[in-house]
């Protein structure tokens, strides 16, 4: 039979003394675990740290007479002048060559919101891609 040591009331000790522990047969409770001892933290960060926040979901690119919004995995770029989906790409999902065929050639506002066309992953990047694209494309609306 082997002892196992659990803190009491399922509390992590401040140090690893087995004073601080009492023992159970291994077979009374088999997801037991021996303890974990107390580590002192090495670095503290403060909230307020600028390495701390979010990244950005969606980036930007502007080819001048082109624009191109990335969001996770999936790319969209389109004509300034028009507004018409030149290029959608990215992704690695099946249904990324149908969602280009489907949307490729027409207008931002015309063609059908990539939502209705995809369900993957792939599929959901590309409607926020679509609807940041839509956002920052008011902008060049005559």
């Not at 063609?111 to 694209?133: N, S």
Request: charged share 15%; glycine share 6%; with cysteine.
């Amino acid at each position: 039979m082997t002892d196992l040591y659990i803190p009491h009331n399922n509390i992590a000790p401040i140090h690893n003394t087995p004073s601080q522990f009492f023992s159970i047969e291994s077979n009374q409770y088999p997801f037991a675990r021996a303890p974990i001892g107390y580590i002192d933290p090495v670095v503290f960060w403060p909230v307020d740290n600028p390495l701390l926040e979010p990244v950005s979901l969606f980036h930007t690119r502007d080819y001048g007479d082109y624009l191109m919004v990335r969001a996770a995995n999936m790319k969209i770029s389109i004509e300034k002048l028009g507004l018409r989906i030149v290029n959608i790409s990215g992704g690695g999902c099946p249904d990324v060559p149908y969602l280009a065929q489907e949307m490729i050639g027409k207008t931002l506002y015309d063609t059908p919101h990539p939502r209705t066309l995809g369900h993957t992953l792939c599929g959901y990047a590309l409607a926020l891609a679509h609807e940041e694209l839509c956002k920052q494309c008011l902008q060049y609306v005559d």
